[in-house]
């Protein structure tokens, strides 16, 4: 079982980005899926979510309206489109997996089984 997030790299501030969360060794139909963020010296910090399910989506205050998640079953892969990047958005972005077939889907790290190693994005002009 394995996650692959890529995509990032150096954006400026206002510009947008689409990282890409690869799965390998399963597929991703039944699993809830988490994008996470870690900038140095602080916490991991959940950004968005989404169900296996119906497809339902969860955004932290700090995104919502900028981001969004999407998945394609067919293509064993979950996307995070990032627009209007601001500097506080620069981070290692690492994405996360748990089996879960019902739709529970959670915003907390502690919840996901699987993770990927992660993508740096970094705003800067």
């Known amino acids: 079982v394995q996650l692959q997030a890529s995509g990032g790299g150096l954006v400026q501030p206002g510009g947008s980005l689409r990282l890409s969360c690869a799965a390998s060794g399963f597929t991703l139909d039944y699993y809830a899926i988490g994008w996470f963020r870690q900038a140095p010296g602080k916490e991991r910090e959940g950004v968005s979510c989404?169900?296996?399910?119906?497809?339902?989506?969860y955004y932290a205050d700090s995104v919502k309206g900028r981001f969004t998640i999407s998945r394609d079953n067919a293509k064993n892969t979950v996307y995070l489109q990032m627009n209007s990047v601001n500097p506080e958005d620069t981070a290692v972005y690492l994405c996360?997996?748990?089996?879960?077939?019902?739709?529970?889907?959670?915003?907390?790290?502690?919840?996901?089984?699987?993770w990927g190693q992660g993508t740096q994005v970094t705003v800067s002009s």
């Open positions: 996360a997996a748990k089996n879960s077939p019902t739709g529970v889907v959670s915003t907390t790290r502690w919840w996901y089984r699987y």
């Open positions: 989404i169900s296996s399910s119906d497809g339902s989506t």
